[in-house]
């Protein structure tokens, strides 16, 4: 074969390959319009619908928490009024307190370490409204509740520090004596629940 000859075989050969490779030509083409629509997002959202107060050991009259300055047994109760809007076919929400509402006033100081901790294990939260599941915190909320009201509770109880008491939680009551948090974050969160993988 000449030189000629031989360029011309492998030049075919070359073509084969790459036919060969999966490419394929399509002049034919045809499409089918579905049954489309809008997707539009739900809602998740919470917010003050009024001022707070803070009461001291079930008074009626409001205290001004800057300036109280709680004793051994005291019981702070916080209620506020709060509007939450949940929309969604599949929505599911968590309502609690965040893990920012009670920090020592000192990080380094260990009687307000030890009275943070101890108001964090013992604070609780209530909500009553519409929408909200029944029982204790944390509370369900479901997307079908649409717009609503809720009644927020935040019950706050400092240590009694009765030795060799049976209500005695830890060892953070006494080592709390002296102790002071601060209460500036104090917020609920709204969060959504995570949908099992399917």
Request: proline letters at 4%.
């Amino acid at each position: 074969m000449n030189k000629l000859t031989k360029g011309a075989i492998a030049g075919a050969a070359g073509l084969t390959l790459l036919l060969g490779g999966g490419t394929t030509f399509a002049l034919w083409n045809s499409s089918a319009g579905v049954s489309g629509g809008t997707i539009s997002a739900g809602t998740l959202e919470i917010a003050s619908a009024g001022k707070g107060s803070w009461h001291a050991n079930g008074a009626v009259e409001s205290i001004d928490l800057k300036a109280f300055r709680a004793v051994p047994s005291d019981v702070l109760v916080y209620t506020e009024t709060m509007n939450i809007a949940a929309a969604g076919n599949n929505l599911t929400a968590t309502l609690a307190m965040s893990a920012a509402s009670i920090l020592p006033a000192d990080d380094t100081d260990s009687a307000d370490q030890a009275l943070a901790r101890y108001l964090k294990a013992n604070a609780v939260l209530t909500a009553a409204g519409n929408g909200i599941s029944p029982g204790g915190a944390p509370y369900t909320i479901t997307g079908a509740a649409g717009t609503q009201t809720v009644d927020v509770t935040v019950t706050i109880a400092f240590p009694s520090f009765v030795p060799d008491s049976a209500n005695r939680s830890s060892a953070d009551e006494q080592a709390s004596m002296g102790g002071a948090v601060d209460l500036a974050g104090l917020s609920i969160t709204l969060d959504q629940k995570a949908r099992p993988a399917s």
